[in-house]
């Protein structure tokens, strides 16, 4: 089987607007949580998310949107797409650039692109009401691909004219790492030599708070305590958006084009909880079984992780239950690999935070650094006997443990190692 | 026989506008409706809301097209003829086409439905179309791109004396290419060792589009047709040559017409090579006569022949004009 790299990276989100600036931030553990405008009323007890900077996408007319001089979009490219979309727009043009790709690179059958996103609630709720109010006749005749989950991998694929395996993922939080280990699977199976796999969220007032609905969302209205996972007095997830873009290649394709990788993906594996549509199972039953899949799938130990990202977004249950099944997997072997979670200070990117934490660990590996598991005070007793670590470490890893969750009660772990 | 040359008509004619009266509410909207379109865009489509004058729909109806090309190809608007492609020289493609539409409906307060979008192919299409809509007049016949083949199957003209190589007929008028190859055979004579195209002939290729437009884009009453065998030249005036046209050049030929009464019918023409002015012609005048729709078999033939003289060889003189 063909092994599989990560050579490129980019990213638009509440850390940073490329690899660089996202770098500096694990590292220093700076969050990117603001007071967010629309959130200021009375009525919305949710106050904080984490922005992204530098672009402007509140309109429903994406010629109105602004964004860094140092991306181009053409207008018959940027109409069909939701505020993520240009998010991951822009992060698919640093990857390019990152993986140093040729133009005869992209767009060929041996190249392909999954993508993950939750749609536009933003979009689709304008395009429907418009149609409502208005009638079919004085619809935009894009109000479809911009809107509906799929969008990102429409408008990207149209974009960047690729030619080979297309397809979008929808497992709520678990998206975008479904999209990332299906094109893993893409190239060890033969079947591509290269794969595209992007991430992306509006993550505004739309996208963000229905959740407040399920009593999800961490009503602090400090940005620097709004998201702590692990801590005993998290209160739930603060949303961002954004957009992540990484680049998967065969060996033989690293060797030809004579690239550094990042690192290598070495396996993964899923399971579901079986147990409830929106809440995760209280001993991460799930959870437990994807790590344990991935770890026989790669032909890794347990004992071999010396790190993990974990899935953890600061809620009540979410976050003990996944405590529970790292103590399974990793406990019974007396293991203690290095634990923290980033959503302390990007916030919960929903499908796009699996492509986005896999690029994070994929700078760990490239730059020798380990982030802390940032704002916890208190650990929540439940977390203890695992190494949740609070300071950065400037080690790099040698296997780091990625987890992804989502509604339903779907678990992914992904495995990487250094290449 | 109904007006065809709608555009040299308009005179200002204020037509009864259904809707409630403008209000300020309403130019709130449609600035914000046409918020990347040029001020005069704006300007016009006022006008035309608060008097319903058909003249300011040309301009709001460019304005829309204009909003929505690439801006690299903005440029090409600007000075175009009616002739304009919208798919080919200003790359718009359907769904921008429904851009287009959606806002020009909601702006001049009219609907369109998705059949009579399909044979919109040129700028002039779009004008001639909106205008038809605004006025209640019956739509225009779809503007006919015609192939050398069926040129040559329809006209009384023949190579070596035909000159025109392609051709589109709407019923506001024609436009048509013609390269001069260096081959025609007057040229050996037409200057000595400098040939330059006779402007007389150039008047000739004005006038065969003119008769062109007679047999295939000219309105006629019912059972009707205009025969083949019929027409012939009568007089012109206001001929001017402004530029020498060598072989190598293309020529491109536009006529419309500006009266069409049994049995004269006169038109206006133009050449131009690139966007150079060439000929200019102020009035063609051709005679004509109807003959019984059935006893026109020129056209008749016409819709059948050209699959088989492009099978090649069926025509010799034909053959060399399509490789010209």
């Given at each position: 089987?063909?092994?599989?790299?990560?050579?490129?990276?980019?990213?638009i989100?509440?850390i940073g607007?490329?690899a660089?600036?996202?770098?500096?931030?694990l590292?220093?553990?700076?969050?990117?949580?603001?007071?967010?405008?629309?959130?200021?009323?009375?009525?919305?007890?949710?106050?904080?998310?984490?922005?992204?900077?530098?672009?402007?996408?509140?309109?429903?007319?994406?010629?109105?949107?602004?964004?860094?001089?140092?991306?181009?979009?053409?207008?018959?490219?940027i109409?069909?797409?939701?505020?993520?979309?240009?998010?991951?727009?822009?992060a698919?043009?640093?990857?390019?650039?990152?993986?140093?790709?040729?133009?005869?690179?992209?767009?060929?059958?041996?190249?392909?692109?999954?993508?993950?996103?939750?749609?536009?609630?933003?979009?689709?709720?304008?395009?429907?009401?418009?149609?409502?109010?208005?009638?079919?006749?004085?619809?935009?005749?894009?109000?479809?691909?911009?809107?509906?989950?799929?969008?990102?991998?429409?408008?990207?694929?149209?974009?960047?004219?690729?030619?080979?395996?297309s397809?979008?993922?929808?497992?709520?939080?678990?998206?975008?790492?479904?999209?990332?280990?299906?094109?893993?699977?893409?190239?060890?199976?033969?079947?591509?030599?290269?794969?595209?796999?992007?991430?992306?969220?509006?993550?505004?007032?739309?996208?963000?708070?229905?959740?407040?609905?399920?009593?999800?969302?961490?009503?602090?209205?400090?940005p620097?305590?709004?998201?702590?996972?692990?801590?005993?007095?998290?209160?739930?997830?603060?949303?961002?958006?954004?957009?992540?873009?990484?680049?998967?290649?065969?060996?033989s394709?690293?060797?030809?084009?004579?690239?550094?990788?990042?690192?290598?993906?070495?396996?993964?594996?899923?399971a579901?909880?079986?147990?409830?549509?929106?809440?995760?199972?209280?001993?991460?039953?799930?959870?437990r079984?994807?790590?344990?899949?991935?770890?026989?799938?790669?032909?890794?130990?347990?004992?071999?992780?010396?790190?993990?990202?974990?899935h953890?977004?600061?809620t009540?249950?979410?976050?003990?239950?996944?405590?529970?099944?790292?103590?399974?997997?990793?406990?019974?072997?007396?293991?203690r690999?290095?634990?923290?979670?980033?959503?302390?200070?990007?916030?919960?990117?929903?499908?796009?935070?699996?492509?986005?934490?896999?690029?994070?660990c994929?700078?760990?590996?490239?730059?020798?650094?380990?982030?802390?598991?940032?704002?916890?005070?208190?650990?929540?007793?439940?977390?203890?006997?695992?190494?949740?670590?609070?300071?950065?470490?400037?080690?790099?890893?040698?296997?780091?443990?990625?987890?992804?969750?989502?509604?339903?009660?779907?678990?992914?772990?992904?495995?990487l190692?250094?290449? | 026989?109904?007006d065809?040359?709608?555009?040299?008509?308009?005179?200002?004619?204020?037509?009864?506008?259904?809707?409630?009266?403008?209000?300020?509410?309403?130019?709130?909207?449609?600035?914000?409706?046409?918020?990347?379109?040029?001020?005069?865009?704006?300007?016009?489509?006022v006008?035309?809301?608060?008097?319903?004058?058909?003249?300011h729909?040309?301009?709001?109806?460019?304005?829309?097209?204009?909003?929505?090309?690439?801006?690299?190809?903005?440029?090409?608007?600007?000075?175009?003829?009616d002739?304009l492609?919208?798919?080919?020289?200003?790359?718009?493609?359907?769904?921008?086409?429904?851009?287009?539409?959606?806002?020009?409906?909601?702006?001049?307060?009219?609907?369109?439905?998705?059949?009579?979008?399909?044979?919109?192919?040129?700028?002039?299409?779009?004008k001639?179309?909106?205008?038809?809509?605004?006025?209640?007049?019956?739509?225009?016949?779809?503007?006919?791109?015609?192939?050398?083949?069926?040129?040559?199957?329809?006209?009384?003209?023949?190579?070596?004396?035909?000159?025109?190589?392609?051709?589109?007929?709407?019923?506001?008028?024609?436009?048509?290419?013609?390269?001069?190859?260096?081959?025609?055979?007057?040229?050996?004579?037409?200057?000595?060792d400098?040939?330059?195209?006779?402007?007389?002939?150039?008047?000739?290729?004005?006038?065969?589009?003119?008769?062109?437009?007679?047999?295939?884009?000219?309105?006629?009453?019912?059972?009707?047709?205009?025969?083949?065998?019929?027409?012939?030249?009568?007089?012109?005036?206001?001929?001017?040559?402004?530029?020498?046209?060598?072989?190598?050049?293309?020529?491109?030929?536009?006529?419309?017409p500006?009266?069409?009464?049994?049995?004269?019918?006169?038109?206006?023409?133009?050449?131009?090579?690139?966007?150079?002015?060439?000929?200019?012609?102020e009035?063609?005048?051709?005679?004509?006569?109807?003959?019984?729709?059935?006893?026109?078999?020129?056209?008749?033939?016409?819709?059948?022949?050209?699959?088989?003289?492009?099978?090649?060889?069926?025509?010799?003189?034909?053959?060399?004009?399509?490789?010209?």
């Amino acid at each position: 089987m063909p092994r599989v790299f990560i050579t490129g990276l980019g990213f638009i989100t509440s850390i940073g607007n490329d690899a660089k600036g996202v770098e500096g931030s694990l590292r220093e553990l700076r969050h990117g949580f603001e007071l967010y405008p629309p959130f200021q009323k009375p009525d919305i007890a949710c106050k904080v998310i984490g922005t992204i900077k530098g672009f402007s996408t509140d309109s429903t007319d994406p010629e109105d949107w602004t964004y860094p001089e140092a991306y181009e979009i053409k207008r018959e490219t940027i109409r069909s797409m939701a505020p993520h979309g240009l998010y991951a727009h822009c992060a698919f043009l640093q990857a390019i650039t990152d993986a140093k790709l040729a133009d005869g690179d992209i767009s060929n059958r041996d190249t392909g692109l999954f993508a993950a996103s939750g749609g536009s609630p933003m979009l689709t709720y304008f395009h429907h009401e418009r149609m409502l109010r208005l009638g079919p006749a004085r619809c935009s005749p894009l109000g479809i691909v911009a809107s509906i989950v799929g969008t990102l991998n429409f408008n990207l694929v149209a974009a960047f004219r690729i030619q080979g395996a297309s397809c979008g993922f929808s497992s709520a939080c678990a998206s975008s790492a479904h999209a990332l280990a299906y094109a893993f699977d893409e190239i060890s199976l033969g079947r591509q030599k290269r794969m595209f796999v992007a991430g992306g969220e509006d993550g505004n007032r739309d996208a963000i708070l229905p959740f407040a609905g399920m009593r999800t969302l961490s009503l602090q209205t400090d940005p620097a305590l709004a998201s702590r996972p692990f801590d005993a007095a998290r209160d739930g997830f603060v949303g961002t958006g954004g957009g992540a873009v990484a680049v998967l290649e065969s060996e033989s394709e690293v060797k030809r084009r004579g690239v550094t990788p990042y690192c290598e993906v070495a396996g993964w594996g899923q399971a579901s909880d079986g147990y409830n549509v929106a809440i995760s199972h209280p001993d991460g039953a799930g959870s437990r079984v994807a790590m344990e899949n991935a770890l026989s799938a790669s032909g890794i130990g347990a004992a071999a992780v010396d790190y993990v990202n974990a899935h953890a977004t600061s809620t009540l249950i979410g976050d003990v239950s996944e405590a529970r099944a790292l103590k399974s997997v990793f406990g019974e072997m007396g293991v203690r690999p290095a634990i923290s979670s980033t959503k302390a200070l990007t916030g919960h990117g929903l499908s796009m935070s699996g492509v986005m934490e896999v690029g994070f660990c994929a700078l760990m590996f490239r730059h020798g650094f380990v982030p802390g598991s940032a704002h916890i005070s208190n650990l929540d007793p439940s977390c203890e006997g695992l190494n949740i670590i609070r300071a950065s470490s400037t080690q790099a890893p040698k296997v780091v443990l990625k987890n992804s969750s989502g509604f339903g009660g779907a678990n992914v772990a992904l495995l990487l190692r250094r290449a | 026989m109904a007006d065809h040359t709608q555009h040299s008509s308009g005179g200002g004619k204020v037509l009864p506008l259904a809707s409630k009266p403008f209000a300020p509410d309403d130019e709130a909207a449609l600035r914000e409706s046409l918020k990347r379109c040029s001020p005069s865009t704006f300007e016009a489509a006022v006008q035309f809301r608060k008097t319903g004058n058909a003249d300011h729909v040309p301009a709001v109806v460019i304005g829309v097209i204009e909003r929505f090309v690439e801006p690299d190809l903005r440029a090409k608007l600007k000075d175009a003829d009616d002739d304009l492609r919208l798919i080919e020289d200003l790359g718009i493609d359907s769904l921008t086409m429904m851009e287009i539409v959606i806002l020009v409906e909601e702006v001049l307060q009219l609907s369109i439905n998705n059949d009579e979008l399909r044979n919109l192919r040129t700028v002039g299409d779009v004008k001639t179309f909106i205008d038809c809509k605004i006025r209640g007049l019956p739509l225009p016949r779809p503007t006919k791109f015609l192939p050398i083949e069926h040129i040559g199957s329809v006209m009384p003209i023949q190579p070596p004396f035909l000159f025109l190589n392609e051709a589109s007929v709407s019923s506001t008028g024609a436009n048509g290419k013609y390269k001069i190859t260096g081959q025609e055979f007057f040229l050996q004579g037409h200057f000595k060792d400098n040939p330059v195209m006779p402007a007389s002939i150039m008047l000739e290729a004005l006038g065969q589009l003119a008769v062109l437009f007679l047999l295939e884009g000219a309105p006629t009453e019912p059972g009707k047709a205009i025969g083949a065998n019929t027409i012939f030249f009568t007089g012109c005036e206001g001929v001017r040559a402004h530029r020498m046209c060598k072989p190598g050049d293309i020529l491109t030929l536009s006529i419309k017409p500006k009266r069409m009464k049994m049995p004269l019918a006169t038109f206006e023409g133009a050449i131009r090579v690139g966007q150079e002015k060439a000929v200019i012609a102020e009035d063609i005048t051709l005679t004509f006569a109807y003959v019984e729709a059935a006893a026109a078999p020129a056209r008749v033939d016409g819709e059948a022949r050209p699959g088989v003289a492009s099978d090649g060889g069926a025509n010799p003189p034909l053959k060399v004009a399509i490789n010209a």
